[in-house]
């Protein structure tokens, strides 16, 4: 049945509600559209991202007949187009069919206006033509169930940031970003947006200026709430606009109805739409030409910063009147009600805002929320009529300047019921977006400073209690590349004296054990010369702080390396470095003697560099686990060591030890290449590493520390075919897990692409799991006080449950091989002893205890669910390669 909104009918609509006709909207007869009949059928021919299709599409474009399409079909999912700026004409529309997907091109070149600035970040901005244009066009649109995916978190080519990273660097430096709109329709008439997904765009995602006449029906707007500038549709200075049965969630305003220069923005109708993140339904900032006549109806807002939004200033004010926002539900909204005549509360000017009759009638907001109605001054005040209008929790309200006709009432118990969609899915595209159907969680701007390493550095202690100890290894000499005076050389090639020269590094670190105990406080320095050490390396607890560091050309020049796995006996390992420990310090033959004298020496007596050594420095050296390097991980799975079931083989492990930095190290393994272990659980220690470089397949980043990463290489090796590049178990109550920031997440060659994953949330010491069924009758995993598991019946205890694992992504670049659709995995597959769910917050933890049969208050002594919810996993800023 085709959908139909008339002007009568909304009229009829308002007046049967008390709210004047007045109140007018789109003054045109709006239907659903439908799509018009193809001229050429254009098939994909390639990888999405292996050809420009630019002129193909454009050459299509340009010999069609008005009232017809140009129809994009990629026949299969694994296909797209990719194209630069394309210019829509008049009567032609674009067909993009379901399961096809056009993509903006990356280079910023074939966007450029003319002066070399497209993809580039200066005081002007507006330097990139936008990826589709429509001027002076009449009857043209965008149809199917297709998308348009502007590549907004892609590395822009020849550059080294996204789109997206771009705008986030000229906020910080209060420059213009210059980069491409993703739509733009100018001096139009009857444009059309049917069905279509658009997202990812690298700023606005639809802007209309002078337009009469424009739908958008049964549309997706789909981009991060970390995308800046990345308005979904902004009419302005427009006419008769209908917004309609759409879902918006982006990095800005989900719409914005502007007015400047160029004259009044009227008669538009917002009806039947569901927003989730944004910055709201908002006219402004730019009112100084006029906004009149607005029906928002049948809306739900669903996460948005703001909810109904009125915002302006004196420098770009104007009147705002006849507003009508009707039968409106918000949930997790900061600003329910957020009218504003001071945007900028530093603007100069004499365009005083205006806002003058501005009706809310059944508007509730079900989570509590702030309420904001600022008119200008006592001539100029807000003129607001209210009618069922309810904001759940304490009163929070910023009232003034303003005339209200009517007041707030309680909520009504069946408020919104129902109300609140999911984002529906939709084709993803060869290449996932961000946000496809499995979430890839977005920290927001505020939630992402509180990841800056300053802040992330500061806590140590007890998990919950941590003392504060600010800490700020970038200012360390060490970072700023210092030239040391050595306590201690080694070089393999020198007559040793055993006080200050050595032939092996072990060596050294004994004397600066035993010099430790005169000046326990006096940071030593031990400086490698180039070559390969083959030996083990254990720097105690007892030695005073040290930092050890080489002096090649480069971190590979200098290199520790032993052979060892988990599988390897106690007695293999003493027969090859009883010798080396014989005459070590005493610290360190302590740490030797813990692993001698097992049976297997496992996971954690296979490291090449163990370090307990509290303020503990490297820089400029490689340290290597040499196991299955010269095979390749994979063939260890085959005969002849089929029954070989040990794979975890350390390159170092950092152990209770706090303020452990590293600088231009290069961690080389396979499985478990780098470990960072907390003193004790439920305790914060804190590793640091900066501009290294960190290899590796399965799990080759873990431990239950805080360890923050920066500039720093992560690189997947595919040999066996899967790889998960972290595992945390970092504990529930501790702050922060793993941090990376300005990171590449990279591959060797043998990795595939959109197969692999950034982590999996170490599942610590679990023998069954609680969270799904397993195929063994009579199976049951409950609560108790060890783990353990004998069939068909096992328990799982505190410290498994509560070690959850925490790790943030943030201003790095994605290699094509981490899952786009879902970089966070599952720990193992449902049905398995040892599963669990990814957990992306505490409500999940929270949730999943409960859905376990497992009480968060009376088994585990828990108060309430954290609100707001604690961040486990997240993402920021980042950009896919």
Known sequence: MTKTLSPAGIAFLLAASGVGAAHAQDMRKVVEPVAPASCAVLTATGDALGKDDTARIQHAIDQCAPGQAVRLSAQNEKRGFVSGPLILRSGVSLLVDAATTLYASTNPKLFDRGAGTCGTVDKLGKGCKPFITADKTKGSGIFGEGAIDGQGGHVVDGASESWWQMARRAQKED???????????????????????????????VTLNNVDGFTAWGMRIDTPATARNTDGIDPISSRNITIAYSHI???????????GNNGPTENISILHNHFYSGHGMSIGSETNGGVRRVLVDDLSMDGTTSGLRIKSDISRGGVVDQISYRNVCLRDVNAPIDISTRYNPRAEGTQVPVYTNIAFDGVHSVTPGRVIMQGYDAQHPLQVTLRDVGIAGKEDRKIEFARLTGEFTAMPATACADRFAAFPAAFSGAFPAATAAVPRPQLSIEQARQYAYSEVLKYVGAAGSETIDPWDPLSDPLA????????????KSAQADGIRLFNTVQEAVSRAVADSKAHPAK????????????ELVYIPASAAP??????????????????????????????????????????????????????QIGTFGTATVWVQNNGFQARNLTFENAYNKDTG??????????NNIHHQA?????DGADKAQFENIRLIGFQDTLYLKAPQVAHTSRSFFNKSYIEGDVDFIFGDSTAYFHQTEIKSLGDRGLSYAAAPDTHVRTRYGFVFDNCRFTRDASSNANAFYLLRQWFHNSRCTPYDKVAVDGYACTFGPANGYQAP????????????????????????????ASPWSDWNKKGTLAYRPAQYNSDDHWNNLIKAGIDPVKDLGYTAKPSPAEVFLGEFNNSDE
């Open 175 to 205: 420059a213009r970003q210059n980069v491409p709109r993703l739509i733009e329709i100018t001096g139009s008439q009857d444009f059309t947006l049917h069905k279509i997904t658009l997202r990812n765009s690298p700023n606005f995602h």
């Open 249 to 259: 969630r982006t990095g800005d305003d989900n719409v914005a109805i502007k007015a």
């Open 480 to 491: 700023k590349g210092t030239t040391f005076t050595p306590d201690y050389i080694v070089d």
């Open 523 to 534: 940071r030593l320095y031990l400086l490698l010369k180039p070559g390969t050490y083959q």
């Open 546 to 599: 040290i930092t050890m560091y080489g002096e090649g050309k480069d971190a590979g020049a200098t290199k520790i390396t032993a052979r060892l796995d988990a599988s390897n006996t106690g007695a293999d390992y003493a027969t090859q470095y009883d010798a080396q420990f014989a005459k070590a310090a005493l610290a360190v033959q302590a740490m030797y003697a813990t692993i001698k004298d097992r049976a």
């Open 633 to 642: 991980n994979a063939r260890a799975e085959a005969l002849p060591n089929v």
């Open 650 to 654: 350390l390159a170092l492990q950092v």
């Open 793 to 820: 019946k096992g328990t799982i205890a505190r410290n498994s449950l509560e070690a959850v694992g925490k790790m943030v992504v943030m201003n790095s670049r994605i290699g094509p091989h981490i899952n786009r």
